[in-house]
Each structure stands twice: as C-alpha cells, then as structure tokens.
C-alpha cells in the first residue's frame, strides 16, 4: 500500500491532523501485557511515589507509539515511515480517577528531504506539559 499523501502536495509547515490520546490506568495494564513491560510504577502509585514520582506514570514507549499514530494516520501507510524517534522529557502522570491523562500530539512537515523523503516534526504534551522531545519521524511519499 503506497502512502495516500504526495510529495508533491506538501510544503514545510503542513500541518497533520491533532489527536488526543486518552490513557487510564486499565490502558496501562493493557499495554503491560501486550509489552511485557510490568514495571511496578506504572500500576502500583505507593510504589510510584516512593521512587520519587508524583504518581503511577504511562510507560514511556506506549506515550511514542500515540505520537507515532499521528504521522501513520495521515500517511494512510504505515510502511511510509522510514524512521522515526523522540526523546522522553517528562513522564505522563496517569491519575487513578474518571478522567486519567491525555496525551495532546500535532505535527508539521518541517523538511522536505530528497528522494521523496519528508522530516515530520512532533509536539507532544500531557497536561500543557511537553513530554517528547526531538519527536520526529522521516516518511517516503509517493
């Protein structure tokens, strides 16, 4: 499946599509399983705060992979993306209530590359709190 989205239709500062990812303490457990990563301080909040942090927090690969759905999303290809990495600045504290967390992510084409290449840069926040740094992708458009 060839990316949906050309080259030739994007301009650095495209914007892609925002979404909001919402995470509860059940997504946590979910994504334990699914992982392998049973890391105490993401379900035990006694243990969590213990080691220092405010409370139970989202692992830090599933708080990519959300981001990482933005650039999969518009691109219509997931096998578009060619590379992709971010570096976790602060961690998604997950509450145990109603609400949880939300992660907030946006993007915007921010190089065009050759080859038909494109750099995609990510915001990430959670709470009006950047928690990806450096988040960028690089995909191959038609």
């Given at each position: ?22 995470l509860q303490r059940v997504n946590l457990v979910m994504y334990a399983g699914a992982s392998g990563d049973f890391n105490i301080i993401h379900w035990n909040e006694r243990t969590a705060t213990a080691v220092g942090l405010p409370n139970v927090i989202a692992h830090g690969m ?81």
């Amino acid at each position: 499946m060839a990316a949906s989205v050309r080259y030739d239709d994007v301009e650095v500062g495209t914007q892609l599509p925002s979404k909001s990812f919402p995470l509860q303490r059940v997504n946590l457990v979910m994504y334990a399983g699914a992982s392998g990563d049973f890391n105490i301080i993401h379900w035990n909040e006694r243990t969590a705060t213990a080691v220092g942090l405010p409370n139970v927090i989202a692992h830090g690969m599933l708080t990519m992979a959300s981001a990482g759905r933005v650039v999969t999303d518009w691109l219509g290809d997931p096998g578009a993306l060619v590379d992709y990495g971010v570096r976790m600045t602060r961690p998604v504290v997950v509450p145990d209530d109603d609400r949880g967390a939300v992660v907030e992510v946006s993007g915007v084409v921010g190089a065009k590359l050759d080859d038909g290449l494109v750099r995609i840069d990510l915001t990430a926040t959670s709470e009006g709190q950047t928690v990806l740094g450096k988040a960028q992708a690089v995909v191959r458009l038609a």
